[in-house]
């Protein structure tokens, strides 16, 4: 199963693995817009403004998710990069081990602090019983989310990137379907959006294991392999705890965006919770070369080979840059189209055009330190991807953002750029973090041992 990323084309390399990341990623997000879609051709208002922010709070939990899994990721590919296949098996062990005992606490904590939790997003009164509905069953499903971006970071730090795509597309097929059932045919509205993620989710992590079981897929690992390693679970916990943080302060900095929102009335909350749909299909490209240069750099650090893992850091950034600037501009032109395939309310569309034509400047900027942050946590230096996207939200992305919405109340516009005005500020912190390891070369072999 494992798959060697240390040889050939770094260009070719990079979009061979990327792409069914990037698929991958798709699919993820297609569950959200699934159900965003549907319940907007089914229901009102209310029931999209419930789905979109129990939605942008369950992105956050899996982001976070995701974050503290690239510390798998990372050791797994390491290890893979060396030729150390036992010491593979024992981090896939250990991930298991770290994971599932880890959800459940996570779950029981989040059922009981529902309400607190939808009460903290401001949510228009119109859309708390939804919203209480939506949160509810998803909390129930977080141990399936985690068993899935668990096992699929084991399957990207081996360097297989295409069988998580494959178990999520057949889940995303599900999700469609059991939304129409569960919203259109019953009408149970945001709850049944909810059921259908759920279940989905469910079935893919069913899936997952039967296949791995079937095929042997990950043939080297015995039972002592599960047995919690202070050694292992130490490197993937240096690497993921900070990823898990940032991406946490990230998303709840875009949650206090969407506060700000929530609390200037109903059709600039749908609106803002649309947008976000959207630019969570643009950020696809990003996030999927975040991963893969995560992935990729392991196996390269792994295998001291330094100038290769720049190279593929470079490769990144041409290929996020030239995606952002071409989605940017398409979308000076098509903001209003692309929210009004989520609502009908002609207010809701023209607010979601103006916020889209600020924050899509975003896919620039974000993709440039996404790349950068993936380079620095193949070196185990994930710290550095904490300070600058800290310095992000407290320096930028906040205060920005609060100030727009109270000087600028007719227009989202301004609010908008508060996201590449942060993203930029990234930029410059992880550009001079990235020539001070230049020129301290025996810092690059940090953690890689």
């Given at each position: 199963?494992?798959?060697?990323?240390?040889?050939?084309?770094?260009?070719?390399?990079?979009?061979?693995?990327?792409?069914?990341?990037?698929?991958?990623?798709?699919?993820?997000?297609?569950?959200?817009?699934?159900?965003?879609?549907?319940?907007?051709?089914?229901?009102?208002?209310?029931?999209?403004?419930?789905?979109?922010?129990?939605?942008?709070?369950?992105?956050?939990?899996?982001?976070?998710?995701?974050?503290?899994?690239?510390?798998?990721?990372?050791?797994?590919?390491?290890?893979?990069?060396?030729?150390?296949?036992?010491?593979?098996?024992?981090?896939?062990?250990?991930?298991?081990?770290?994971?599932?005992?880890?959800?459940?606490?996570?779950?029981?904590?989040?059922?009981?602090?529902?309400?607190?939790?939808?009460?903290?997003?401001?949510?228009?009164?119109?859309?708390?019983?939804?919203?209480?509905?939506?949160?509810?069953?998803?909390?129930?499903?977080?141990?399936?989310?985690?068993?899935?971006?668990?096992?699929?970071?084991?399957?990207?730090?081996?360097?297989?990137?295409?069988?998580?795509?494959?178990?999520?597309?057949?889940?995303?097929?599900?999700?469609?379907?059991?939304?129409?059932?569960?919203?259109?045919?019953?009408?149970?509205?945001?709850?049944?959006?909810?059921?259908?993620?759920?279940?989905?989710?469910?079935?893919?992590?069913?899936?997952?294991?039967?296949?791995?079981?079937?095929?042997?897929?990950?043939?080297?690992?015995?039972?002592?392999?599960?047995?919690?390693?202070?050694?292992?679970?130490?490197?993937?916990?240096?690497?993921?705890?900070?990823?898990?943080?940032?991406?946490?302060?990230?998303?709840?900095?875009?949650?206090?965006?969407?506060?700000?929102?929530?609390?200037?009335?109903?059709?600039?909350?749908?609106?803002?919770?649309?947008?976000?749909?959207?630019?969570?299909?643009?950020?696809?490209?990003?996030?999927?070369?975040?991963?893969?240069?995560?992935?990729?750099?392991?196996?390269?650090?792994?295998?001291?080979?330094?100038?290769?893992?720049?190279?593929?850091?470079?490769?990144?950034?041409?290929?996020?840059?030239?995606?952002?600037?071409?989605?940017?501009?398409?979308?000076?032109?098509?903001?209003?189209?692309?929210?009004?395939?989520?609502?009908?309310?002609?207010?809701?569309?023209?607010?979601?055009?103006?916020?889209?034509?600020?924050?899509?400047?975003?896919?620039?900027?974000?993709?440039?330190?996404?790349?950068?942050?993936?380079?620095?946590?193949?070196?185990?230096?994930?710290?550095?991807?904490?300070?600058?996207?800290?310095?992000?939200?407290?320096?930028?992305?906040?205060?920005?953002?609060?100030?727009?919405?109270?000087?600028?109340?007719?227009?989202?516009?301004?609010?908008?750029?508060?996201?590449?005005?942060?993203?930029?500020?990234?930029?410059?912190?992880?550009?001079?973090?990235?020539?001070?390891m230049q020129h301290h070369p025996e810092k690059l072999k940090l953690d890689v041992e």
């Amino acid at each position: 199963m494992e798959g060697n990323l240390t040889t050939g084309s770094v260009f070719r390399t990079i979009l061979y693995f990327s792409l069914p990341y990037l698929f991958s990623y798709f699919l993820q997000t297609l569950y959200g817009m699934a159900d965003l879609f549907i319940i907007g051709q089914f229901n009102g208002v209310g029931s999209i403004t419930a789905v979109s922010i129990g939605s942008q709070v369950m992105h956050m939990l899996t982001v976070m998710i995701v974050g503290l899994a690239m510390g798998s990721t990372v050791k797994i590919g390491r290890a893979v990069g060396a030729g150390k296949k036992r010491q593979a098996a024992q981090a896939t062990g250990n991930t298991a081990a770290l994971f599932m005992p880890l959800s459940v606490v996570l779950m029981a904590v989040l059922l009981i602090a529902v309400r607190p939790v939808v009460s903290v997003m401001s949510t228009p009164a119109e859309a708390v019983s939804e919203t209480v509905s939506y949160l509810t069953i998803c909390f129930i499903g977080i141990p399936f989310i985690t068993a899935y971006n668990m096992i699929s970071s084991v399957f990207r730090g081996m360097g297989d990137s295409k069988s998580p795509m494959y178990f999520i597309a057949a889940a995303c097929v599900f999700n469609i379907a059991l939304d129409y059932l569960f919203i259109g045919i019953l009408g149970l509205g945001a709850a049944g959006a909810a059921l259908g993620t759920t279940l989905s989710q469910t079935f893919s992590v069913l899936l997952s294991f039967l296949v791995i079981k079937k095929k042997k897929m990950i043939p080297d690992i015995c039972r002592d392999d599960f047995r919690p390693r202070r050694d292992m679970l130490g490197g993937i916990l240096k690497v993921g705890v900070p990823v898990a943080v940032q991406d946490g302060f990230i998303q709840i900095a875009f949650i206090v965006v969407t506060v700000f929102a929530n609390r200037r009335g109903l059709s600039d909350a749908a609106a803002v919770g649309i947008v976000e749909k959207l630019i969570g299909i643009l950020f696809l490209v990003p996030s999927s070369m975040l991963s893969s240069v995560s992935a990729l750099c392991a196996q390269n650090i792994g295998a001291g080979k330094h100038s290769r893992a720049r190279e593929t850091l470079k490769y990144a950034v041409m290929v996020t840059v030239f995606f952002g600037m071409a989605a940017a501009a398409a979308m000076q032109f098509a903001a209003e189209a692309s929210v009004g395939l989520f609502a009908n309310d002609s207010e809701v569309v023209m607010l979601g055009g103006q916020y889209m034509r600020g924050y899509v400047w975003d896919c620039v900027f974000a993709g440039i330190h996404f790349c950068f942050s993936g380079y620095f946590c193949a070196y185990g230096l994930s710290g550095i991807s904490f300070a600058h996207n800290m310095a992000s939200i407290i320096f930028a992305r906040i205060p920005l953002a609060y100030l727009a919405s109270k000087y600028f109340i007719s227009s989202l516009f301004p609010m908008g750029l508060a996201a590449p005005a942060g993203s930029a500020l990234s930029v410059i912190i992880c550009a001079a973090a990235f020539f001070w390891m230049q020129h301290h070369p025996e810092k690059l072999k940090l953690d890689v041992e």
